[in-house]
Protein backbone atom coordinates (compact mmCIF):
# COMPACT_ATOMS: atom_id res chain seq x y z
CA UNK A 1 0.00 0.00 0.00
CA UNK A 2 1.36 3.19 -0.79
CA UNK A 3 1.30 5.73 1.56
CA UNK A 4 2.42 9.75 1.62
CA UNK A 5 2.75 11.51 4.53
CA UNK A 6 3.61 15.10 5.24
CA UNK A 7 4.78 16.67 8.52
CA UNK A 8 6.05 19.92 9.76
CA UNK A 9 3.42 22.25 9.28
CA UNK A 10 2.40 24.57 12.14
CA UNK A 11 1.61 28.03 13.49
CA UNK A 12 4.61 30.48 12.63
CA UNK A 13 4.91 34.00 12.76
CA UNK A 14 5.81 36.21 9.28
CA UNK A 15 9.35 35.80 8.60
CA UNK A 16 9.99 32.65 9.59
CA UNK A 17 10.69 29.47 8.48
CA UNK A 18 9.28 25.74 7.77
CA UNK A 19 10.53 22.35 6.79
CA UNK A 20 8.28 20.17 5.09
CA UNK A 21 8.80 16.35 4.70
CA UNK A 22 7.02 13.78 2.73
CA UNK A 23 7.76 10.67 3.65
CA UNK A 24 6.85 7.84 1.10
CA UNK A 25 6.10 4.14 1.96
CA UNK A 26 5.63 1.55 -0.93
CA UNK A 27 6.55 4.06 -3.67
CA UNK A 28 10.27 5.31 -4.07
CA UNK A 29 10.94 9.14 -5.35
CA UNK A 30 14.57 8.27 -6.29
CA UNK A 31 14.64 9.51 -10.06
CA UNK A 32 10.89 10.42 -9.68
CA UNK A 33 9.01 13.65 -10.44
CA UNK A 34 7.77 14.81 -6.85
CA UNK A 35 6.11 17.91 -6.47
CA UNK A 36 4.50 20.23 -3.28
CA UNK A 37 1.01 22.04 -3.90
CA UNK A 38 -0.71 23.82 -1.32
CA UNK A 39 -4.70 25.08 -1.23
CA UNK A 40 -5.30 28.22 0.76
CA UNK A 41 -9.16 28.36 2.04
CA UNK A 42 -11.34 29.43 -1.28
CA UNK A 43 -8.75 29.04 -3.42
CA UNK A 44 -7.63 26.45 -5.66
CA UNK A 45 -5.19 23.66 -5.25
CA UNK A 46 -1.47 25.05 -6.58
CA UNK A 47 2.16 24.01 -7.51
CA UNK A 48 4.64 25.47 -5.59
CA UNK A 49 7.79 23.52 -6.13
CA UNK A 50 8.48 20.66 -7.97
CA UNK A 51 11.87 17.92 -8.50
CA UNK A 52 12.63 15.61 -11.26
CA UNK A 53 14.17 12.73 -11.28
CA UNK A 54 17.83 14.03 -12.46
CA UNK A 55 16.86 17.44 -10.04
CA UNK A 56 15.86 19.49 -11.46
CA UNK A 57 13.84 22.20 -9.31
CA UNK A 58 11.20 24.42 -10.33
CA UNK A 59 9.26 27.40 -8.08
CA UNK A 60 6.13 29.27 -8.10
CA UNK A 61 7.20 32.91 -9.11
CA UNK A 62 5.65 33.73 -5.08
CA UNK A 63 7.97 31.24 -3.28
CA UNK A 64 10.57 31.50 -5.55
CA UNK A 65 14.35 32.42 -3.63
CA UNK A 66 12.64 32.20 -0.14
CA UNK A 67 11.70 28.28 -0.86
CA UNK A 68 14.02 24.86 -1.28
CA UNK A 69 12.85 21.40 -2.46
CA UNK A 70 15.53 18.47 -1.74
CA UNK A 71 15.31 14.97 -1.61
CA UNK A 72 16.96 12.51 0.13
CA UNK A 73 16.89 8.92 -1.95
CA UNK A 74 18.01 6.97 1.03
CA UNK A 75 15.53 7.95 3.25
CA UNK A 76 12.46 8.61 0.56
CA UNK A 77 11.62 11.93 1.82
CA UNK A 78 11.26 14.83 0.07
CA UNK A 79 11.31 18.31 1.78
CA UNK A 80 10.23 21.58 1.28
CA UNK A 81 12.04 24.65 3.34
CA UNK A 82 10.19 27.67 3.08
CA UNK A 83 11.73 31.17 4.55
CA UNK A 84 10.61 34.47 5.09
CA UNK A 85 7.19 33.10 5.24
CA UNK A 86 4.35 35.10 4.55
CA UNK A 87 0.97 34.98 5.80
CA UNK A 88 -0.19 34.56 2.10
CA UNK A 89 1.69 31.28 2.49
CA UNK A 90 -0.46 30.13 4.74
CA UNK A 91 -2.31 27.04 3.07
CA UNK A 92 -2.64 22.98 3.21
CA UNK A 93 0.41 21.80 1.75
CA UNK A 94 0.22 18.59 -0.18
CA UNK A 95 2.73 16.50 -1.97
CA UNK A 96 2.10 14.28 -4.67
CA UNK A 97 4.13 11.74 -6.63
CA UNK A 98 1.91 10.91 -9.52
CA UNK A 99 -0.52 9.28 -9.04
CA UNK A 100 -0.39 9.46 -5.28
CA UNK A 101 -1.47 12.48 -2.66
CA UNK A 102 -0.63 12.82 1.02
CA UNK A 103 -3.00 14.04 3.16
CA UNK A 104 -1.58 17.53 3.64
CA UNK A 105 -0.04 19.21 6.29
CA UNK A 106 -1.56 22.73 7.81
CA UNK A 107 1.19 26.13 7.41
CA UNK A 108 -0.72 28.57 9.09
CA UNK A 109 1.28 32.24 9.19
CA UNK A 110 0.62 34.83 11.14
CA UNK A 111 0.95 38.60 10.89
Known amino acids: QVQLVESGGGLVQAGGSLRLSCASS????????VAWYRQAPGKQRELVAS???????NYVDSVKGRSTISRDNAKNVVYLQINSLKPEDTAVYYC?????WGQGTQVTVSS
Open 26 to 33: GITFSLSF
Open 96 to 100: HRSPY
Open 51 to 57: IGGAGTT
